[in-house]
Nanobody
Framework: QVQLVESGGGLVQPGGSLRLSCEAS????????MAWYRRAPANERELVAA???????NYADSVKGRFTISRDSARNTVYLQTNSLKPEDTAVYYC????????????????WGQGTQVTVSS
């Protein structure tokens, strides 16, 4: 019902920047929260940043001050601006979206993108 497509990954040197994009599409879209996760080799998937429809954001301590998440609700797109990239930022970055609905917000759906590779290396 909802499709998420990421773009913007690539190979950069330490200290460089990338802007990741995630566009959501589908017949029914009422997304309350969108987020970025990442999975590095041999590591568990971790939450990087999240943003609500109202613009409230949350970041992992490891990226605080370097990454910025933003949302363009009119385009159903979420962005992740990554600055001062470090080798430890190397990972596959996944877009995630969530719907919470119902009178008591008792229903929940979640969707995942296919991921985009970010490699930080000299």
């Amino acid at each position: 019902q909802v499709q998420l497509v990421e773009s913007g990954g690539g190979l950069v040197q330490p200290g460089g920047s990338l802007r990741l994009s995630c566009e959501a599409s589908g017949s029914t879209i009422s997304l309350s929260v969108m987020a970025w996760y990442r999975r590095a080799p041999a590591n568990e998937r971790e939450l990087v940043a999240a943003i609500t429809v109202g613009g409230i954001t949350n970041y992992a301590d490891s990226v605080k001050g370097r990454f910025t998440i933003s949302r363009d609700s009119a385009r159903n797109t979420v962005y992740l601006q990554t600055n001062s990239l470090k080798p430890e930022d190397t990972a596959v970055y996944y877009c995630h979206a969530e719907r919470v609905y119902g009178y008591f917000n008792e229903y929940r759906n979640e969707y995942w993108g296919q991921g985009t590779q970010v490699t930080v290396s000299s």
